[in-house]
């Protein structure tokens, strides 16, 4: 009862002209950044962090929601008619979506991944109503061991998941701690690796870190190659799947709504892996496996829904638990902080109408998403022509408008343009953005705990293998590195590993 | 020479470089004890991990095993001139841009990029200089009330 109480409170938020204009800019945003290949959600997010400044914090987040959930609905399109992920979830979209493209099935391809998106996406936001008020209440006896240890686990996993070198991840988690770690020490009061500029007083910006090494280091690696996109010519009819793509299709959505669901939950799981998983589940389970990556519908219906179903469930631990269980979550902490609201077991308690109002705007946003990709799926094809060297020179400028109006001086684009360099080399090295970024976000988060904790404990470690979510936490985060050291998870890890930028 | 180097090579030397550094800094800003640590404690430890994880990159990238992609394989067929000719140009529009103010100054990085990286006629450039600048002030600017710099050369006058 005090779900459906709490729940038509936030609609009668998400109702408001205001946040509904918001909704409607993010999912909108969301689709755009997710049809065009080149700038993911991470980026956009960074890009419109600081336009938030100036709106409510109701209006800012949901906005920032529905550019995440909207890119994985944009993402299919590109995936589907290009062979080009329009974000890193659609990438294995692109095996059977272009290839029912080829054999002119594009609309029911991209109708099915919308449906199965809105399907997913409605499902997902229903389970984070029904769990984050009981996670919520859990959440509170938790302690900063406890705190501490998800932290440890959440980056664990995250670099678990990292393409190429667990040991590299872990490098580039370590230097995203120091990096979160610049600037006066909160509790000490001691300035650290400030190097005496006033402007690393109060440490680096979020969003040039993020828009350097996402946005300016992805333009860099376009201009350094002739980009040839080319475009399949097809005329996109029909977009509702016929009876037999429904009778294949129902078994996936609903398998991939759940899996996707519960990986996002997961501190470090994501979109990318669920719609990874889902595939091979799907190619596993079915009678006919050949079929796939030749234009199965059933390898277009469960990634995409998948990855729907995550994006949403991802929500629950940056709400309930005020950890980020990603990069694009840490973004949304950032805006959260930004609007001095603290995301954790309190949120629900301290700031309803802000949390009821943003799971109530998903609701709106998913409907929203589902007209924009359905009727309008020409408009986004046309799109997709624009050539990447009329567009690049619009991105970069973006970007600087993004790390420039964070705090109104050059300073930041400086920062940003020297991590686009730093994250171009890192891209030609082989070493990933991504736990960096987390790391950073985390940063400051882990070494309060830890000290509290410590402080606490009076420098005893004991707690925090005596405790049990921390020990469990600890022991799944220390079996997940020494993993591949066995060949066998080695290999599976490898079949995973994805870029969740 | 270098572009012989295992890239592996280099870039775990680099992290070592940055990690010893970093767990200098740790030392220098007081670790502390474990019942009260100090400002560096949590810089050291992990200056320490990053070593011990960069060292042991490093001596894997020496093993015959190791993967043998090279600097300049990684460099291999890059239009270097292109990258570092936007950078430059990026780090020159940052330097005016207090002094030219955004739409002045973005104007002309506009029309620069359009006319020289990927060569457009002059119609397109112009028109996609001015038509991208002024959707960008009137969204950013005028709807969302981002501030973004008028320009000092004109505040003056």
């Not at chain 1, 860099?220 to 010519?233: A, G, M, P, Y």
């Not at chain 1, 990318?272 to 091979?280: M, P, R, W």
């Not at chain 1, 050949?290 to 390898?299: P, V």
């Not at chain 1, 470690?461 to 050291?485: K, N, Q």
């Amino acid at each position: 009862m005090d779900v459906i109480t709490n729940l038509l409170l936030g609609f009668g938020v998400a109702f408001q002209p205001i946040n509904l204009l918001f909704c409607f800019a993010g999912v909108f945003i969301g689709t755009l950044i997710g049809v065009l290949p080149g700038i993911g959600p991470v980026a956009a997010m960074s890009l419109l962090l600081p336009i938030t400044f100036n709106i409510t914090p109701e209006a800012g987040i949901i906005m920032l929601s529905g550019i995440y959930y909207g890119s994985m609905y944009g993402g299919s399109t590109t995936a589907i008619l290009v062979n080009i992920p329009g974000e890193a979830a659609s990438v294995i979209t692109c095996l059977d979506g272009y290839q029912m493209a080829r054999q002119g099935r594009a609309g029911p391809a991209l109708g099915m991944a919308a449906m199965g998106s809105f399907i997913a996406g409605t499902l997902a936001i229903v389970g984070l109503m029904l769990l984050a008020p009981t996670l919520a209440r859990f959440a509170v006896k938790f302690g900063p061991t406890e705190y501490f240890s998800l932290m440890v686990l959440g980056l664990t996993i995250l670099v678990w998941l990292s393409q190429g070198s667990i040991l590299k991840a872990l490098i580039m988690a370590c230097v995203g701690v120091v990096l979160g770690l610049v600037g006066i020490d909160s509790i000490t009061a001691m300035p650290r690796l400030t190097f005496n500029q006033l402007e690393l007083i109060d440490g680096l910006g979020l969003v040039p870190i993020v828009m350097g090494l996402f946005g300016i280091a992805e333009i860099l690696s376009n201009i350094e190659q002739r980009l040839d996109r080319q475009i399949f010519e097809t005329n996109v009819k029909g977009l509702l799947p016929t009876k037999e793509d429904w009778k294949r299709s129902a078994g996936p959505i609903a398998r991939g709504s759940v899996l996707g669901f519960f990986l996002g939950i997961l501190p470090g799981g994501g979109a990318v892996i669920s719609s990874f998983l889902s595939y091979a589940m799907e190619k596993r389970l079915s009678k006919t496996p050949e079929r796939f990556g030749k234009g199965a519908i059933e390898g277009v219906a469960g990634p995409e829904t998948a990855n729907n179903a995550a994006a949403g469930a991802g929500f629950i631990p940056l709400l309930t638990l005020g950890i980020p269980p990603n990069v694009v979550m840490a973004l949304l902490l950032g805006a959260f902080i930004v609007h001095g609201v603290q995301p954790g077991p309190l949120l629900m308690v301290q700031q309803p109408a802000l949390f009821w109002g943003v799971v109530a705007s998903m609701y709106i946003g998913n409907v929203m998403l589902l007209v924009l990709n359905m009727p309008l799926i020409g408009m986004w094809v046309q799109l997709l022509k624009v050539p990447y060297k009329i567009l690049f020179p619009m991105i970069l400028l973006f970007c600087i408008i993004g790390a420039y109006s964070v705090s109104n001086q050059a300073f930041d684009v400086y920062l940003m343009l020297a991590f686009g360099v730093i994250g171009w080399l890192m891209k030609k090295y082989g070493y990933e953005p991504a736990p960096l970024v987390l790391a950073f976000v985390l940063g400051p988060m882990l070494e309060n705990n830890l000290r509290k904790a410590l402080i606490l404990s009076q420098g005893d470690f004991t707690p925090f293998v005596m405790r049990p979510i921390s020990a469990v936490c600890l022991v799944a985060a220390a079996l997940l590195l020494l993993s591949p050291l066995l060949p066998s998870f080695q290999k599976r890890r490898q079949e995973l590993a994805t870029d969740e930028g | 020479m270098i572009r012989g180097l295992r890239a592996d090579t280099l870039t775990s030397a680099l992290a070592l470089g940055i990690a010893s550094y970093i767990t200098y800094q740790g030392l220098d800003l007081e670790v502390g004890t474990t019942s009260n640590p100090g400002s560096g404690f949590i810089l050291f430890w992990t200056g320490l991990m990053m070593a011990a994880l960069s060292g042991t990159v490093f001596v894997q990238s020496l093993l015959p095993s190791a993967d043998r992609a090279t600097i300049g394989a990684c460099f291999a067929n890059i239009r270097w001139g292109k990258v570092l000719y936007v950078l430059a140009l990026l780090v020159a529009y940052t330097f005016v841009l207090a002094t030219l103010g955004f739409v002045v100054a973005t104007t002309i990085l506009l029309l620069i990029l359009f006319k020289t990286v990927e060569p457009q006629s002059w119609t397109v450039s112009v028109i996609g200089a001015v038509l991208t600048t002024g959707c960008a002030w009137l969204v950013f600017v005028h709807w969302l009330g981002t501030q973004l710099p008028v320009g000092s050369l004109f505040e003056a006058g």
